[in-house]
């Protein structure tokens, strides 16, 4: 059971570790994890106008900070894990979550050309029943990588794993997965990058400290990449 207390600097989330959940609250170990609230960055609050014009400015140089290379490098693996016909997963928490979702439909619906193979692709966030059945059941670290040992992942799939901070646990967990088991990840990271940034293959990294702006900057990312591989699947490449 996750609790919750306040402290000077803001609200502060208590989660009991998954070794000590047997034990009486008062004697259980906590990890302690800011409330991401307290954390972003916020813009002038003059008028909403203002607050506006400064999020979009910071969005599109947010945006304008992701690495060339890394987008080019980007691309390769969807092409390639297409032409074999392997599979890709995708995961998030929270608002990412909701992106990998959205990222599925439009990487299925959005790249599908009549007669030709398209993307298998899998979102590890769908399927409530079995995600909270392994949530209950093992812990919810467990939750994305447990998923892609019953899938059997491959060398021949992908991994994109899409994550504000780059450090959620879970995560972590589905990404050494994939990484053991010879597969390729391409991360979706911002603020500092955490270990998503560091480990993926290919790392998508938003070096700003907003949610928002993080998370609508994936999200264009995540559309980019959909509407360019539309635009190469119909030219034949």
């Known amino acids: 059971r996750v609790q919750f207390a306040v402290f000077p600097c803001g609200s502060v989330i208590l989660e009991p570790s998954r070794l000590d959940n047997r034990q009486p609250l008062l004697f259980r170990r906590f990890r302690v994890r800011k409330d991401p609230r307290f954390t972003t960055q916020s813009f002038s609050d003059e008028s909403l106008r203002r607050y506006f014009s400064e999020y979009c400015a910071n969005l599109h140089e947010a945006v304008r900070q992701v690495s060339a290379e890394a987008f080019d490098a980007a691309s390769q693996p969807m092409i390639e894990t297409r032409a074999r016909g392997g599979r890709i997963f995708v995961a998030g928490n929270g608002g990412s979550a909701a992106i990998s979702e959205h990222l599925s439909c439009d990487w299925q619906k959005g790249v599908h050309l009549q007669g030709r ?108 990449l959909a509407q360019y591989h539309d635009l190469k699947f119909r030219q034949g490449s």
């Not at 209950?136 to 040992?149: G, K």
């Not at 293959?201 to 907003?210: A, G, I, K, T």
């Open 117 to 224: 193979p398209g993307l298998k692709v899998h979102c590890l966030t769908s399927n409530s029943a079995l995600l909270t059945a392994i949530a209950n059941d093992r812990s919810y670290a467990d939750i994305f990588s447990f998923q892609l040992e019953l899938a059997d992942l491959s060398s021949e799939d992908l991994l994109v794993l899409i994550s504000s901070s780059g450090d959620s646990e879970n995560g972590g967990q589905a990404l050494e997965v994939a990484l053991d088991r010879g597969g390729k990840v391409v991360g979706l990271s911002g603020f500092r990058g955490g270990r998503l940034k560091e480990r993926a293959d290919v790392s998508l990294h938003v070096p700003f400290e907003n949610y928002g702006i993080v998370e609508d900057a994936h999200q264009t990312l995540m559309h980019v």
